[in-house]
T-cell receptor, first 112, second 117 residues
Framework: AQSVTQPDIHITVSEGASLELRCNYS??????LFWYVQSPGQGLQLLLK??????LVQGIKGFEAEFKRSQSSFNLRKPSVHWSDAAEYFC??????????FGKGTMLLVSP | GAVVSQHPSWVICKSGTSVKIECRSL??????MFWYRQFPKQSLMLMAT?????????EQGVEKDKFLINHASLTLSTLTVTSAHPEDSSFYIC?????????????FGEGSRLTVL
């Protein structure tokens, strides 16, 4: 069975500092991997996705993620965090949209 | 702008009543839509896959008679929580996939917060 682990429930980062959100997955084949962001009371917005090819994926809002098969990881990074990045971030894995499994999310807090 | 819209964004109802939540794809046709439930501090759990013109496919453990799904058109799916009870209080989110130039993306609605008193 596929699963996603986001080991950090909360992360606090100073504005302007770099960010890395961790995601580890368990999947039987080459996965499709996604990062979504959810603002309070809102739906989810896709930040980036990995299907194949270059393992370093660029997304919206300055985010990037790197697929590391050997570590079963797909960590999300941003070099300089803005206060507007405060939100909850979900990593997801699946073979397609109907089979997506989401992690429990990481809440990002940005301090001034 | 939003490409998938849900209505209402929040609803409060009495125990025993039924509540309908709508999910619309705004500028594309969606033969499939997905319904999720999200508890506080938890992830999204897929409840069912809504199929236009046919019966919905429910995930294991989801009561199909409790959560009625209708996908009557290519732009609208509805979720009706029947005889709602306080334990049905949750954040319900829908999504729809849209094909874009040989790739695809899953678009999510804004979510609907249900509170059952």
């Amino acid at each position: 069975a596929q699963s996603v682990t986001q080991p950090d429930i909360h992360i606090t980062v100073s504005e302007g500092a770099s960010l890395e959100l961790r995601c580890n997955y368990s999947y039987g084949a080459t996965p499709y991997l996604f990062w979504y962001v959810q603002s309070p009371g809102q739906g989810l917005q896709l930040l980036l996705k990995y299907f194949s090819g270059d393992t370093l994926v660029q997304g919206i809002k300055g985010f990037e993620a790197e697929f590391k098969r050997s570590q079963s990881s797909f960590n999300l990074r941003k070099p300089s965090v803005h206060w507007s990045d405060a939100a909850e971030y979900f990593c997801a894995v699946g073979a397609g949209y109907s089979t997506l499994t989401f992690g429990k999310g990481t809440m990002l807090l940005v301090s001034p | 702008g939003a490409v998938v819209s849900q209505h209402p964004s929040w609803v409060i109802c009495k125990s025993g009543t039924s509540v309908k939540i709508e999910c619309r794809s705004l500028d594309f046709q969606a033969t499939t839509m997905f319904w999720y439930r999200q508890f506080p501090k938890q992830s999204l759990m897929l409840m069912a896959t809504s199929n236009e013109g046919s019966k919905a496919t429910y995930e294991q453990g989801v009561e199909k008679d409790k959560f009625l799904i209708n996908h009557a058109s290519l732009t609208l799916s509805t979720l009706t929580v029947t005889s709602a009870h306080p334990e049905d209080s949750s954040f319900y989110i829908c999504s729809a996939p849209r094909a874009l130039e040989n790739t695809g993306e899953l678009f999510f609605g804004e979510g609907s917060r249900l509170t059952v008193l």
